[in-house]
């Protein structure tokens, strides 16, 4: 196979899978978590609109030419970034893991929603969406495939928005805003055994210790930068719902983002998408709005979710 071989590659395909995955993470809340005939609805609207988006991606995007050793390249430097922080349990992931172990293992081993048997308005909660879809794909093929399909989504999710970065600036320059932070993790870890609390605030870090928070960031960060005005406009109040299920603090951040880049919402931004968005942050709202603690919490007493 010759490695300067070209192929055809439409970003929109990237887009619309990854729009789809989050989507598909909140539809499984809305459809164990929320009362059928609210639920229903509501995995109807996020089909509607993400069909009104996929074609949105598709008029406006056109098929690029990429390296096949561009691909490649990328697909090393996704593997690479995994193996190193541990997803996938080939090398040690530490205390992390273990507590995405025990989420997921609930999800797993227990039918949804999550209920305290001793109380049945102690809701098991977190922000779940990253681990929604792994954790049934895992309750269907058992818990001993867990590492693998956690390695199999992260690997999917980190590789798409890669391929999306590159097609944004078609090189590599976007590993310069990744790697350098990264390369002192590991020398902080690896080398010199301390904590300086720089590490923190670097890509590897946050990968290994918060991926929930890492992929809505980056994908509404590469939303933001690729996609036309008029788009997002018509869809942001959409993606901040969808993204607030992995991340409320992630969409707190690329709000940010969005008010310091001058895309405002305006006249435009009433539409069902947007609209539709609104209330699934709504929701979530409620959700989250009684935690008690970084897996449980007291729900709101109404009747929306399921009891």
């Keep these: 196979m010759q490695m300067n071989k070209t192929l055809k590659i439409n970003p929109a395909f990237f887009f619309s899978i990854l729009i789809g995955y989050f989507s598909v993470s909140l ?3 809305f459809v164990f978590w929320i009362k059928w005939f609210i639920s229903t609805p509501l995995v109807l609207g996020l089909m509607f609109v993400n069909i009104y988006l996929i074609r949105s991606f598709f008029n406006f995007f056109e098929c690029d030419l990429i390296k096949l050793k561009t691909l490649l390249l990328l697909f090393i430097i996704t593997l690479f970034s995994l193996f190193l922080v541990g997803i996938g349990g080939v090398f040690e992931q530490k205390y992390d893991l273990y507590n995405r172990t025990i989420i997921s293992s609930q999800l797993v081993f227990f039918d949804q929603p999550l209920v305290d048997p001793l109380n049945s308005k102690l809701y098991f909660s977190y922000y779940i969406g990253y681990f929604i879809i792994p954790a049934f794909v895992t309750k269907l093929l058992g818990f001993e495939f867990f590492l693998i399909v956690d390695f199999i989504t992260n690997t999917f ?3 798409s928005i890669l391929i999306l970065f590159y097609f944004r600036g078609k090189n590599f320059g976007f590993i310069i805003y990744l790697l350098p932070s990264g ?6 870890r ?3 055994a301390i904590n300086s609390g720089f590490r923190y605030f670097n890509f590897l ?10 992929f809505p960031s980056l994908f509404g960060l590469i939303y933001l930068i690729t996609l036309p005005k008029e788009i997002i406009q018509k869809s942001i109040i959409f993606v901040f719902g969808i993204l607030f299920f992995w991340s409320p603090f992630s969409v707190l951040g690329i709000g940010i ?3 310091w880049d001058g ?13 539709f968005g609104f209330i699934c ?3 979530l709202v409620l959700f989250f709005s009684g935690k008690q603690s970084s897996i449980e919490f007291y729900i709101v007493n109404i009747m929306i979710f399921t009891m």
């Design 190 to 192: 690896y080398v010199f």
């Design 183 to 188: 390369i002192y993790w590991l020398l902080e």
């Design 257 to 259: 983002i969005y008010l």
């Design 281 to 283: 942050i709504i929701l």
């Design 27 to 29: 539809a499984l809340f």
């Design 263 to 275: 895309i405002h919402l305006s006249l435009k931004s009433i539409n069902f998408t947007n609209v």
């Design 157 to 159: 999710l980190l590789f």
């Design 205 to 214: 870090n946050v990968l290994a210790h918060g991926p929930q928070q890492i």
